[in-house]
């Protein structure tokens, strides 16, 4: 068809439906099934390849299990992104010298002042909300080295469900997250020395290129200012609610030694942990400003439209 296909435009509510059918046809369950065995997550096989980019492109991510003998390491993280297309590297505050960050508890210093490196729960977010427009985080690998003796499960739910619930819920409510001037996030300041501007944006926002959704959301209450708009305050209470209910469009994974999540930047958050003898939490993360290759809306809609 020559027009073309704009799912997430609030006024073209035909090809919302469309893609609604299409994106609940056959949508996981639970989260087994995101999981695709793999012997190296470094060197995929066709078919390895061929089952990752399918949950991705229903569910936008899927967890790989190493079944192979050989320990991942950072290449290994790299490579297996590589394959997907995810290839530029955000640069972040606290990475290692090769912008893929160790996550682990660090017992004192300045990186401390950040949840991701305690053993505190990390409240739901999407990655790099804070970041430069042109800067936003589409795609992530995040591995685990170690599991942590105890707790340390993700939740993650994928942006375009929770696009969906709310859209089924109220369009207004969708459309309000789509203003430029949604949310904004405070600069980020350290000892008097702004380290990062603030971020203003839309919650949901479509790429020119691909037709894609993007989500910026943290469910954080402080350091955060939102439009002050009715639908606006009503589409973050719903957000909410939903996150912290026990929807069935959530799933909850523990991951373990050999096993990560290569995803679209989905929301996603932490339970508690605690390490214990050699059980101490290490994964290693990577984020990327490009979205996962073969994931985009204009492909996994042809033929929709
Ligand atoms: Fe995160």
Same mark, same amino acid.
């Given at each position: 068809m020559s027009y073309p296909f704009k =799912?997430?435009?609030?006024?073209r509510s035909a090809d919302y439906r469309r893609w609604r059918e299409h994106k609940l046809a056959? +949508? =996981?369950?639970?989260?087994?099934?995101?999981v695709v065995p793999v012997t190296d997550p470094a060197e995929l096989d066709a078919h390895e390849a061929a089952a990752v980019l399918a949950c991705c492109r229903k569910a936008n991510m899927a967890i790989y299990r190493t079944t192979g003998t050989r320990a991942a390491d950072k290449h290994a993280v790299r490579a297996l992104g590589r394959r997907f297309g995810l290839e530029r590297l955000d640069m972040n505050l606290r990475a290692d010298e090769d912008s893929i960050t160790s996550l682990r508890v660090v017992p004192a210093g300045v990186a401390t002042h950040y949840i991701p490196y305690t053993d505190n729960a990390i409240n739901w977010h999407t990655d790099g +909300? +804070?970041?430069r427009p042109q800067e936003q985080v589409r795609g992530i690998v995040m591995h685990c080295v170690r599991p942590a003796a105890g707790g340390g499960g993700n939740l993650l739910m994928d942006p375009e469900m929770v696009y969906l619930l709310l859209r089924d819920e109220n369009p207004d409510w969708a459309a309000a997250l789509?203003? =430029?001037?949604?949310m904004t996030i405070p600069a980020n300041i350290e000892d008097g020395v702004e380290i990062r501007p603030a971020q203003t944006g839309p919650v949901f926002s479509v790429e020119n290129d691909t037709g894609s959704l993007h989500m910026r959301y943290t469910t954080?209450?402080?350091s955060i200012v939102w439009k002050d708009d009715r639908n606006i305050r009503l589409a973050v209470g719903f957000i909410r609610e939903l996150l912290d209910s026990?929807? =069935?469009w959530i799933f909850r994974y523990r991951l373990q030694a050999g096993e990560g999540i290569i995803c679209n930047n989905v929301l996603h958050g932490r339970e508690a942990f605690e390490d214990a003898g050699d059980a101490t939490r290490l994964l290693y993360r990577a984020r990327y400003h490009d979205r996962m290759k073969g994931t985009e809306m204009t492909t996994v809609t042809d033929g929709l439209q």
């Open positions: =799912p997430f435009d609030i006024s056959d +949508y =996981p369950q639970q989260a087994a099934q995101l +909300y +804070y970041n789509m203003q =430029p001037d949604a954080r209450t402080r026990e929807s =069935p």
